[in-house]
Structures are given as structure tokens and as C-alpha cells.
């Protein structure tokens, strides 16, 4: 038996490798020949993320990756070809999944054909890594400890890889010495690496799972197997929680398919090992295989909801793979439907890029027609033999009530609209809820612009509310919420979808938001409400025009100073003022015609201005309405097809003439969505749209409660003294006692005119960063947090947000840098001063009485670094480490974490 299938499927399998899969078999034997003479040599080289590695200087593209090309990289944006230190190491984070893939092809093609040259490239392959394994160094990792890499999860799908070729040269008496030298110097020691750094819910831990399941099969090592399968983080668990009751996975659509081909190598791998898993699981795992496209695009683009690449298709050798091992699996209608549209000759055939996928790192390629020669190895293992028909259905409208959203299709296909409300996306969601999606074929209306590169500033824009056509108030964007289906009514040629979410937490309001979808138009009105007046902006993304009777003027767009408020990125803005019930049109650039009418209760402020588009299609001009108001409504009609002459509004409805001398009206009332029409020499027909669902708590209101420190009720006292040492250190490679067992001394005191933070800290070896180092732009985090330094966050009853500060001494503790890293700018004026003391260093903070409540919250973070390291070795955490590893957390600490005081009167 092997890792995947046993024994007796492999032989099978031979006879469908050589009769109705032979041109994939083929396609594959060709790509390898290439292989065998070109391929460079493992590189003893750590790979390393920058923010410059792997990006075009000239217009930010990444750069393609061409595994036989280590040194010079080509823009396939401009052209340009770029070389460097940089761009090389972040080649390699590609070259060595690569490797790793490649070593599995020619495993599984000598395994099904006998192919003494490619098992010896495989057997080489295993070889050279049991030699250069342990002397990659383990330093500088961003995401989790790794070797040949920077991320755990990327050890974890090369590790992966390498256990089937092993396991599969094994299976056919080819692996000699050489996997049983990759066991004891690669597999294991790489297997408890990738087991010390648990990322819980996360994608990346579904492949952590897969590579400990695949190491434990190969080793023979049971308890690893069946932590992989049954920790609190396992397979069985992800399969419960990270994938939804609809089968989707909770990140989005991005996500979702890098995660779904996670849990298949997971599941394979538990039935190949004869371990049940729950009908119900494998329920959710089988719906996920159709699910992404219940939400694509007419063309097939899945929309970049969350933290996704813009403009990627489903229409990729990956996806086809997914359909068809979904099917061979189980009899679904929706796979043979969503390959009969992947395999049609409707797009030119392109270059697929299998001849350079890395592993199962997310790469995608431009869309291209397809056929099952384009396939990868999985289906040469698992794919059927001949497929059923192929019917290229019309995809339906769909509801997917764990993902959270109502998708809308008409017009046999070419008509979409979507209300994204729900599950609000983990570590990778954006603040969106209530967001507007529109399409008609392969013109994007209103779109989801994603995510660009992670290491870029650029990432605060697109984590904005403000990026999205979904409402914000009082210009910050809005709290890590979910938001709560209210209604959805889907007819033959009419539906009705009504969710709320709660979008501001101080002042707490309210909002809803519904769309009503006909054949060629579709209405959105946008409601809020709130004990309070406040400022409510809904931004709107799309290439229009606006024109209307006011006057428009040059004007800043003023909102919320944090860093992912967005604000900071608009500019070239313009400002009209609009009474209430005006109508505003807006015209499509591209054709001239009104598109859409919108019409706001409240008086209103209308702007325009410059942000970043779409990443890679440089900026672009947006709208955003702004009404000051305790409630109110913003109703708009959008006609893609320009079939809708005019609109015109009362308090309670509008009034709406198609092109055709048709006549509708829509009204909400409190029993569902209202719409009549009058076509010409016929009656009027009246439907009401309804499908009400309960809502837990009895009322839309009840949604997620204000964020508040999640500590004992009862604060602590002052003086407040606490000795940090190893249970309260965050490491990153290394243990505390491998870094020296760094401590620090803490005292929080406080009189009637300030409130005084005492940090003494003691560690063998002192690394300032000096103010004018050169940013050696690692990522998008400010480079002083790769500095020994402290880190104070505060939290006082009533404000909005906490605020934080990064202190560092200078100079010879001549002077004390000191930078606010978040928190508004109403934030207290605080001061710091350091000094030297026996053994290290001491930062005393002082903050202003007056600016305090009588109960705050803070937390004291010593950040640790040596001067062999580019990235900081760990931290101290007054609040406690709790397990957790520095990795990702830049200046941020999260306010749940922070100890609760209370200041004496």
C-alpha cells in the first residue's frame, strides 16, 4: 500500500496511464525530457521574501517564474527582464517546489510505465536535498520556521511532494538508498519542524496536516499521523469549522481553491490509511470541489473577494484537475457541467504553465482552453478512465449561507449580481460586509479589486473598507464582524436577497442592505440606523461619470488616520453637495450611456477622487457618497444592458421606465421587497419578495458586541510589577534560552499628573536600528520593529481604537526615538527617555493623567534582535506569550490581550 492508494489501484491504474490517459501520460513524459537536460542544480540556498524580490521595478508586476531561468526574470507586464540578489532568492521559493513536484512526476510516470531515467531523477532529486537539508539555516523565516524556505506552509507542500515521490518509488522497488536516506535527514527532521509551528484555522495549516500525514505514512510514525488527523487543528477539525456547511472555505474564493486541493491530499491520504471520516465531512469536502463556481464571474473569473489575485479564472489546468477528481469520487452534475465549460473551444488554447507550476503554491495563469492532456499527475492516479457526458449547463443563481453570500444570475448566464454579507473572512478577510458585486458577460460593473502584494503598502488600501463598494462610518472602516442574512426570495426572473451587519462599533450602528434582481436591472437600497448622528460613506467603484446639476469644486477627502482606513491613498478630489431625493446618473465611460441612478434620503456630500485600482491596472477614479445623519437610505437602479430610460424617486419609491415603455416601481416595506410593472397593453402586476429567515437573538441587531479586553473582570491595581522571562517570550526559531534568555522588568505607577511605564531590560547583546539605516524593505512593516526596542499599546475607556507606540534608544541613549504606530491623532501626547543600565537597557514612558480614564488597558512588548538577523528574533510580552510565535505580528497587539487596569482616583 502506498501513501495514496494501495497497491492493486496502482497496477490498475498502469492500464489507464497507457490506454485512456496516455496523451496526459505523454504530455507529461514530454515536459519531463525538458527536465531531464535543462534542469539547474538544488540550489544550498535559502530562499527569502522581500518586498522588491519577484516584483517588476517599473510597474510592480510579479515577475514570471521560469524554473530554467535562476538569474534573469521577465516582466510579463512591460517586458523588462530584471536580475539581481533579490530576485533570485525569491526564485527559489518557486524552484525548490518545482523540484519537489518534478521529482513526483517522474515517480509516478515510472511507477505506471517503467521509466528507469525518470526514477533516477527522482532518486537524485531525494539525494540532494538529504545533503543540503540541514545545512540550510534555520534564521529569517516570516512566517513559521523553515529551512530550505521562509514559511512553514511552504516546507509543508515540499515536504509533501518529496514523501510521495519517495513513497512511490518505494511502491515500484526503485528507491534504493536514496529514500531511505531522505527519511532519516530529510522527512523526519522536517516533519517536527513543520509540527512545532501550529497555525490553527488557517489555510496554511491544512498543509502542515498533509505533509505530517505523508511523513507519518513514509515513517511509519503513527503519532504523527494521528495528530495530523485528530489535533485541535487537524484534518477532521478543519474539515468541520474551516470549511462551511456549503462546502466553501472560509478565506474566500482564492483560498478556497488552494485549500480545497489541501484537504484533498488530506483526505486521500486518511481512506488510504483506512481512517473513517464523517459522512457529513466528506459532504462539505465533496460540495467544495463545484462551489467556486457558483460565485465566478459569466466568464468564468472568480471574484477577488478577500485576500485574492484580481483576474484570475477557473479557467486553468488546476481547476479541471480539481472538477475531475471530484468526479472520480462521486457522480455531481455540477462537475460535469463546470467541465463541459472548462474543456469548450470557446477561448484560444494558451500556454497552460504546468511545465513550471510549483507544487501547489497559488500561481495562476492567464485562462486558456483545455483539454484532459493538460492535466496534472494527480489525475493519471485518480481521474476516471473515460468521463460521462458533457453538458454545459447554465450556472444557476446560488445562496451559500456559510460563505454569506446571495448570487444572482440572469440573462441565460450573462447577468450577475452578488451581496457579500457574511462570514467575515478570518486573517484574510477584508472589513466589506454588505458589499455590492455587478457584472454582465465579461464586463466587471462593481468589482472587488482584492489584494495586491502582501509585502507592499499598497495591502492598506486594498484591507480598506474604503476599497470596496460597501459602507463605512465616520471614515474608519469597519469593525472584524460577520454580517446576518435577513431575507432571500429567488424567483424565475426575480429575486430579493436582505442582509445587516453591524458597521461601526463607535458609535455602534447599524446597516442593511438589499438588492432586488430583475431580468435586466437591479436595485439596491442601502439602510442605516444609529442612537446617534453620524457619517455614513458608501463608496462606489466603477468606471462611470457622474452628472448632475451641482457644482463640483476641488475638495480633500478627509477620514480616519488608521492604517487601513484608506484615506491616506486618495487624492485629486473633487466635492458636490446634494439635496436629499436628488438624482444623480451615472454614465459609462466606456459606451456613453447612463448605467445606473442613485438617490440618497439625507442631504448629501458627493466626491471623487484617485486611488489605487485593480492591482497591476494603476489607479483609478471612484465615487463615494456621504450623508451626515442618525438614519437614512442610499437606493440605487444599475441596468447593465442600458435597458432602463429613467428613474425618478418619492420618499417610499421608485419609479423606474424601460427602454421598452415599460413601467416598475419598488418599494421596502417591512413585509419584504415591493415590485410592480405595467408592460404596454397589459395590466400591472404586483409581486412581493420576501423569505424572511429568524435571526438568533430575535432581532437584526443582534450582532457581534463592541471588542472589549477580554481579561479577569476585576483590573488590576497599581503599582503593577511584573518580571518577564521564558513562558512570556514569543519566539521565532529560536527557543528563549537559544537567544541568550532575555528578561525585562516591568512597572506600571501612576500619580495625579501622569502615568509612568518602567521597562528595564537585560540581554547579552544590544542591537539598535540607527534612524538612518538604509529600510532594507523586507515587507510593509516599519523596519524599527527589527530593532531591540519596546513597544507600548494603550487602551483607555471610550476611545475608538487603542494606540501604540515603538520607542528605541539612540546615539549612545543620547536620545529615544519615538514613533506612534497606531491610534489616532487625538491620541495623548506620550514621552519616552532611555538609558543604559548594568546588562541592558532601560525606556521609561510617561503619559498625561488628564488624557486617561480610570480603567485602561496596555500591554508591553520588548522586541529582541540580534546583528546576525535581518528580521527580530522574538519578544518579551508583558501580557504573556500564551504559545504564540512572532511571525506576522509587526507593531500590532491585539486589544483582547491586554492587562486591564485601574488608575487610583
Known amino acids: 500500500m502506498t501513501i495514496l492508494l494501495n497497491s492493486s489501484d496502482l497496477q490498475a491504474r498502469r492500464r489507464v496511464a497507457s490506454g485512456a490517459l496516455a496523451p496526459l501520460a505523454d504530455s507529461l513524459r514530454a515536459d519531463m525530457e525538458r527536465v531531464l537536460r535543462e534542469a539547474p542544480a538544488i540550489s544550498g540556498q535559502k530562499a527569502m521574501l522581500t518586498r522588491n524580490g519577484g516584483r517588476c521595478p517599473i510597474d510592480g508586476a510579479p515577475l514570471e517564474f521560469d524554473p530554467y531561468s535562476p538569474h534573469a526574470h521577465r516582466c510579463p507586464t512591460c517586458g523588462a527582464v530584471q536580475t539581481g540578489e533579490r530576485h533570485h532568492r525569491w526564485w527559489l521559493m518557486f524552484a525548490q517546489l518545482w523540484r519537489a513536484e518534478r521529482a513526483v512526476h517522474g515517480a509516478v510516470l515510472h511507477a505506471l510505465g517503467d521509466e528507469p531515467r525518470l526514477a533516477a531523477f527522482a532518486r537524485a532529486t531525494l539525494d540532494e536535498y538529504a545533503d543540503h537539508y540541514a545545512r540550510y539555516p534555520l534564521d529569517d523565516n516570516v512566517l513559521g520556521p523553515s529551512r530550505p524556505f521562509f514559511s512553514t506552509y511552504l516546507e509543508s507542500i515540499w515536504l509533501l511532494q518529496l514523501c510521495i515521490a519517495a513513497d512511490l518509488l518505494d511502491a515500484a522497488n526503485a528507491g534504493g538508498a536514496a529514500t531511505g536516506s531522505f527519511r532519516d535527514r530529510v522527512a523526519g527532521p522536517s516533519a517536527a519542524l513543520i509540527r512545532s509551528y501550529d497555525e490553527g484555522e488557517s489555510n496554511r495549516q491544512l498543509w ?148 513550471r507550476s510549483a507544487a501547489e503554491s497559488e500561481r495562476n495563469e492567464p485562462a486558456s482552453a483545455l483539454s484532459r492532456a493538460d492535466l496534472g499527475w494527480r489525475s493519471l492516479l485518480f481521474a476516471r478512465e473515460t468521463l460521462p457526458v458533457l453538458d454545459r449547463a447554465t450556472v444557476p443563481s446560488a445562496l451559500l449561507e456559510g460563505q454569506g453570500i446571495a448570487v444572482f444570475r440572469r440573462e441565460r448566464g450573462a447577468g450577475f449580481a452578488a451581496l457579500d454579507y457574511g462570514h467575515h473572512g478570518g486573517g484574510h478577510g477584508h472589513p466589506d460586509r454588505l458589499n455590492l ?42 469593525p472584524r464582524t460577520s454580517g446576518t442574512l435577513l431575507a432571500y426570495d429567488e424567483r424565475e426572473k426575480l429575486g430579493w436577497v436582505c442582509a445587516t451587519a453591524r458597521v461601526s462599533e463607535h458609535p455602534p450602528v447599524i446597516a442593511q442592505r438589499a438588492l432586488t434582481v430583475a431580468a435586466h436591472l437591479v436595485i439596491d437600497e442601502l439602510r442605516w440606523s444609529s442612537a446617534a448622528p453620524a457619517r455614513i460613506e458608501l463608496p462606489i467603484h466603477a468606471r462611470v461619470r457622474v452628472e448632475s446639476a451641482s457644482t463640483w469644486s476641488d475638495a480633500t477627502l478627509d477620514g480616519g488616520d488608521g492604517l487601513e482606513d484608506g484615506f491616506s491613498f486618495a487624492r485629486d478630489t473633487k466635492r458636490a453637495r446634494l439635496d436629499a431625493g436628488e ?64 428613474v425618478s424617486s418619492s420618499d417610499a419609491q421608485l419609479q423606474i421606465t424601460h427602454a421598452d415603455g415599460t413601467m416598475s416601481d419598488y418599494e421596502w416595506r417591512d413585509d419584504g421587497a415591493h415590485v410592480g410593472t405595467t408592460r404596454p397593453g397589459e395590466g400591472r402586476e404586483h409581486i412581493v419578495l420576501s423569505g424572511f429567515r429568524s435571526v438568533e437573538g430575535g432581532s437584526a441587531a443582534a450582532l457581534a458586541a463592541p471588542p472589549s479586553p477580554a481579561q479577569p473582570s476585576k483590573p488590576h491595581s497599581l503599582p503593577y510589577v511584573r518580571e518577564l522571562g521564558e513562558p512570556d517570550y514569543r519566539m521565532s526559531e529560536h527557543s528563549w534560552a537559544d537567544a541568550g534568555s532575555p528578561r525585562a522588568h516591568v512597572v506600571i505607577n501612576a500619580d495625579d499628573t501622569e502615568l509612568e511605564v518602567r521597562v528595564a531590560v537585560r540581554k547579552p547583546t544590544l542591537h539598535f536600528r540607527a534612524p538612518d539605516d538604509a529600510d532594507p524593505e523586507l515587507d510593509n512593516e516599519h523596519p524599527d520593529i527589527h530593532s531591540d526596542g519596546v513597544q507600548l499599546h494603550l487602551w483607555s475607556d471610550g476611545w475608538r481604537e487603542p494606540a501604540a507606540w515603538l520607542a528605541i534608544p539612540e546615539r549612545g541613549f543620547s536620545r529615544t526615538r519615538l514613533r506612534q504606530s497606531a491610534g489616532a491623532s487625538d491620541a495623548p501626547a506620550v514621552a519616552a527617555d532611555s538609558r543604559e543600565i548594568i546588562g541592558g537597557y532601560e525606556i521609561r514612558f510617561t503619559v498625561p493623567r488628564a488624557s486617561l480614564s480610570s480603567l485602561i488597558a496596555l500591554d508591553v512588548l520588548v522586541n529582541d534582535m540580534s546583528p546576525d538577523r535581518q528580521r527580530r528574533r522574538g519578544q518579551l510580552v508583558l501580557s504573556g506569550a500564551h504559545g504564540d510565535r512572532v511571525y506576522l505580528r509587526g507593531d500590532r497587539q491585539p486589544l483582547e490581550q491586554f492587562i486591564r487596569l485601574r488608575l487610583p482616583e
Do not use: K
Not at 460593473?445 to 495591502?459: K, N
Not at 486611488?611 to 437606493?635: C, E, N, T
Open 583 to 646: 438624482i444623480v446618473r451615472l454614465v459609462d465611460t466606456g459606451s456613453g450611456a447612463t448605467i445606473a441612478w442613485i438617490t440618497s434620503s439625507e442631504p448629501a456630500d458627493w466626491f471623487t477622487a484617485v486611488a489605487p485600482g485593480a492591482p497591476g491596472a494603476g489607479d483609478q477614479r471612484f465615487l463615494l457618497v456621504r450623508a451626515h445623519s442618525a438614519a437614512g437610505r442610499i437606493r440605487s437602479v444599475w441596468s447593465p444592458t442600458f435597458a432602463v430610460r429613467d
Open 208 to 355: 502542515n496536516n498533509a505533509a505530517m500525514l505523508a511523513a507519518g505514512r513514509l515513517l511509519d510514525d503513527w503519532t504523527l499521523v494521528e495528530h495530523a488527523m485528530h489535533s485541535p487543528s487537524g484534518l477532521i477539525a478543519q474539515l468541520g469549522t474551516g470549511l462551511l456547511s456549503d462546502g466553501s472555505w472560509y478565506e474566500g474564493e482564492n483560498y478556497h481553491l488552494f485549500s480545497h486541493r489541501g484537504l484533498w491530499y488530506g483526505v486521500a491520504m486518511a481512506e488510504a490509511a483506512g481512517h473513517e471520516i464523517p459522512a457529513e465531512l466528506l459532504a462539505r469536502f465533496q460540495a467544495g470541489f463545484s462551489t467556486p463556481f457558483l460565485t465566478a464571474f459569466p466568464d468564468l473569473g472568480f471574484p477577488a473577494r478577500r485576500d485574492s489575485q484580481y483576474g484570475a479564472s477557473l479557467r486553468q489546468w488546476r481547476t479541471a484537475e480539481s472538477c475531475e477528481l471530484g468526479l472520480a469520487r462521486a457522480e455531481d452534475a455540477r462537475l460535469t457541467g463546470a467541465l463541459a465549460a472548462l474543456y469548450a473551444a470557446d477561448i484560444p488554447q494558451r500556454d497552460t504553465g504546468r511545465w
Open 437 to 478: 458585486l455587478l457584472a454582465h458577460g465579461a464586463n466587471r460593473i462593481l468589482d472587488d479589486m482584492g489584494t495586491g502584494s502582501y509585502v507592499d503598502p499598497s495591502l492598506h488600501w486594498y484591507r480598506s473598507t474604503l476599497a470596496h463598494n460597501a459602507p463605512l462610518v465616520n471614515g474608519h472602516s469597519q
